[in-house]
């Protein structure tokens, strides 16, 4: 069974900058499109970018576009999400997603397996 594991998160003030990655092992991630989602405490799991299997399409959330950018390395069986001048309410539990399929929107319902997720706490 494909198994994730995400880092890279920590405490960071605000404006700074964070890349997470999303690993995985046994499995090569060619076959899956990848998604990061987060949950803040009291809150649901909401999507936040998506790429495709190839890495050549991303989708992204209004409320990170243009500080967000996920990426994938496939000779390293990797996937980035690099976030910079991160704000407060990007204080979350932020995990990483895979479903075999070229592309797939940021939905939680459509990914089939998950990492124990990484907290990324953003904070004067």
């Known amino acids: 069974q494909l198994q994730l594991v995400e880092s890279g998160g920590g405490l960071v003030q605000p404006g700074g900058s964070l890349r997470l990655s999303c690993a995985a092992s046994?499995?090569?991630?060619?076959?899956?499109?990848i998604g990061w989602f987060r949950q803040a405490p009291g809150k649901d799991r909401e999507g936040v970018s998506c790429i495709s299997r190839g890495g050549g399409s991303a989708n992204y959330a209004d409320s990170v576009k243009g500080r967000f950018t996920s990426s994938r390395d496939n000779a390293k069986n990797t996937v980035y999400l690099q976030m910079n001048s991160l704000k407060p309410e990007d204080t979350a539990i932020y995990y990483c997603?895979?479903?075999?399929?070229?592309?797939?929107?940021?939905?939680?319902?459509?990914?089939?397996?998950w990492g124990q997720g990484t907290q990324v706490t953003v904070s004067s």
């Open positions: 046994e499995f090569t991630l060619d076959y899956y499109a």
């Open positions: 997603a895979a479903v075999r399929a070229v592309q797939a929107m940021c939905d939680t319902q459509l990914y089939d397996y």
